[in-house]
């Protein structure tokens, strides 16, 4: 039986404005980094994810051509269930994909030439079986390309149909002022920001939240469980089933002394609030105005549902953010660093 969608799905979350644009996004957007992949087919805990986060409100969903394993395996998935159970809702979906991460092989499989953002976005559009995503970023800033060729590539995106916003991720304030600058000038506007920022990695706290709210550029903040480390998960042990199992991402030697202080002690906080720690963790990243949504990844149902459950307690009251503040300091788990530091 094919899937057929939540008719109450647009009464549970309030959707953001995304800078000053016209795009309202959901205040939590699912990610296809880690659990959608497979060679054949997503697993069905997978597909039950998609289902249920559109059934409950969710109509971002955040892509890349490397996701997967193996790297394309997400989009191709997705792209199939885009074109059975979700063709209908097509326009009720905002889908985002991304390159600048090693793709192919070659001086044309990575980074950010116009060769290799042009060639990507086609190859995830076919996999996707999309004629457009609805935004295209730019996944890393490339210190050896010129950013004007960037910024070309991204347009040309645009004017051909192929995309319909523009976005880039991790780049630091100053390279951000600069490519929002090389847009407007080519007449097109950066839609959105992609930041890692967690209770445990502030950097965008230093300037670039700032600079978002001036160039009125919308921010999705990716990893805001710090992949997972925002749970009680790692107190006792490394479960075997979790990302630091899966030898992928995170590593157990970011479960350091310090940081099983603060987990037990924002645990404490949450649990004052009527909260899960994950739970607590989204609504705080979600407590900045101009912070449009938060980008989550799940391995479950469950997680998902868990992680949507924060929407039910957004307020935090002064002397919360000061207990947090004690607490929610950096560790170093910041992978994406290199990216943002020019
Ligand atoms: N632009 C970029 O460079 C970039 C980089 C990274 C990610 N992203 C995007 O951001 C998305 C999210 O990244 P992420 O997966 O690192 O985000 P995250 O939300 O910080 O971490 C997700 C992981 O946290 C755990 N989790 C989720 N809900 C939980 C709950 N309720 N209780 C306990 N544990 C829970 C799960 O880990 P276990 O698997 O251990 O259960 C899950 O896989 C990605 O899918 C991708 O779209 C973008």
Redesign the pocket.
Known sequence: MSYKANTKRYQELIYRRCGNSGLLLPPITL?????FGGKKSMSKEAKKMLFRAFDRGITHF?LANNYGPPAGSAEENFGKIMNSDFKKYRDEMIISS?AGYHMWDGPYGEWGSKKYLTASLNQSLKRMKLEYVDIFYS??FDPLTPLEETADALVQAVRSGKALYIGI??YSSKQTIKMNKLLKQKGVSCLIH?P?Y?MINRWVEKDLLSTLKKLQIGCIA???????ML?G?YIKSIPKI??ISDNSSLDKKMITKSYLIKIKQLTKIAKKRNQSL?QMALSWVLRHKNMTSA?????TVK?LD??LDSQKNLNFSSEELKAIDKYAKEEKINI?AKSSKD
Request: charged share 20%; net charge positive; aromatic share 8%.
């Open positions: 990610g296809l980094w880690h659990n955040d991304k996944h890393r991720s991790s992609q890692s967690s990716f990893s805001p469980l710090a992949q997972g749970s998960k979790s990302r994950p980008l989550i990844g799940a391995r997680q868990e992680c994406w």
